[in-house]
């Protein structure tokens, strides 16, 4: 199982990723930049999630796994060219770009802008009506929200 499923999609990944130098360890070294061409989990995860994309797993001889008697689709995945298959599927391209940052620090901004303007209203209402100090317990319930 191993050696016939497994091991080509490993094989197949490692020359992705990886420029094919190796550390003194023996392990080999990521390219430092993949690119938008690169195959990732998106592409490997589009290729076993709709009938679409499984119609495009191709053998090396160029035949469809999906064409293969239901017996016999296991065994004919162990000849699957991955390189083939997966550059049928890929659709989506992986931009890197400022906008994740921008969009992520909007998000802590108004996070941080409404928690905000919830402590002024709570401290313009105790100081308006003066609720701390009063007896019947009010002042316990402010400080509880301040908390």
């Known amino acids: ?4 499923y497994v091991r080509p ?14 550390d003194a360890d023996g392990t080999p070294k990521p390219r430092a930049n993949l690119g938008e061409a690169a195959v990732n989990y998106d592409d490997w995860n589009e290729v076993f999630w709709t009938p679409q994309a499984i119609r495009g797993v191709l ?9 293969f008697p239901a017996s016999d689709r296991w065994a004919a995945l162990g000849a699957a060219d991955w390189a083939a298959s997966l550059r049928a ?8 770009s400022w906008h ?3 969009a992520g620090f909007a998000r802590v901004a108004v996070y941080h802008v409404a928690a905000f303007y919830g402590c002024m ?6 100081a308006h ?10 002042a316990v319930l402010y400080s509880g929200l301040f908390l």
Request: with cysteine; aromatic share 10%.
């Open 1 to 4: 199982y191993l050696n016939a």
């Open 9 to 22: 999609l490993y094989a197949y990944m490692r020359a992705q990723s990886c420029d094919g130098e190796s």
């Open 59 to 67: 053998t090396r001889d160029g035949r469809a796994i999906i064409r």
């Open 89 to 96: 599927a890929k659709r989506f391209q992986e931009v890197h």
């Open 100 to 102: 994740g940052c921008l």
């Open 121 to 126: 209203m709570v401290g313009h209402h105790l």
């Open 129 to 138: 009506t003066q609720a701390w100090t009063r007896p019947d317990g009010t």
